[in-house]
């Protein structure tokens, strides 16, 4: 499949999808159809959609660059998604079992950021 389309195949069905659930979500929510309702669910479930299928239907053998700061990123962003999990659970725990506030979700994801580039700065310095 070419690269074009599989952007269309991906646009349209992110299109599909997302009407469908517009139209539900107008119907359900007002009895009716609404416009407002319908795009911003259909915007809202069309975009990730297209995106999830694009990833799905790409595979790393379309001549893909294939270097070393790639495998670098790779390697920081697993060990990155672990930490957050880690983090995100225990800060959780914590705050529920010390009856604290939960913090926003900005915490995360400034930790996830620290995070990334620490290590893939280690992982530079180590390998180069």
Same mark, same amino acid.
């Given at each position: 499949?070419?690269? &074009? &389309?599989?952007?269309? @195949?991906?646009?349209?069905? $992110? @299109?599909? %999808?997302?009407? *469908?659930? $517009? $139209? ?5 929510? &007002?009895?009716?159809?609404? #416009? *407002?309702? %319908? !795009? /911003?669910?259909? !915007?809202? &479930?069309?975009?990730? /959609? @297209? ?20 495998? #670098? +990123? ?11 999990? /880690? ?9 529920? *079992? ?9 915490? /995360?994801? #400034?930790? =996830? +950021? ?6 893939? +700065? ?5 390998? =180069?």
């Amino acid at each position: 499949m070419s690269r &074009t &389309t599989r952007w269309l @195949a991906a646009l349209g069905a $992110g @299109a599909a %999808v997302g009407a *469908v659930t $517009g $139209g539900i979500a107008s119907w359900s929510r &007002t009895g009716g159809w609404e #416009w *407002v309702t %319908v !795009l /911003v669910f259909g !915007l809202a &479930t069309a975009l990730p /959609v @297209a995106a999830i299928m694009l990833a799905w239907w790409s595979s790393d053998d379309d001549g893909g660059e294939d270097s070393i700061e790639l495998d #670098w +990123m790779r390697r920081a962003h697993s060990g990155t998604f672990l930490d957050i999990l /880690v983090f995100a659970g225990s800060l959780t725990f914590l705050c529920t *079992v010390l009856d604290l506030p939960l913090p926003r979700i900005d915490t /995360v994801l #400034w930790f =996830a +950021m620290l995070d990334a580039a620490l290590r893939m +700065m280690l992982l530079r310095r180590r390998e =180069a």
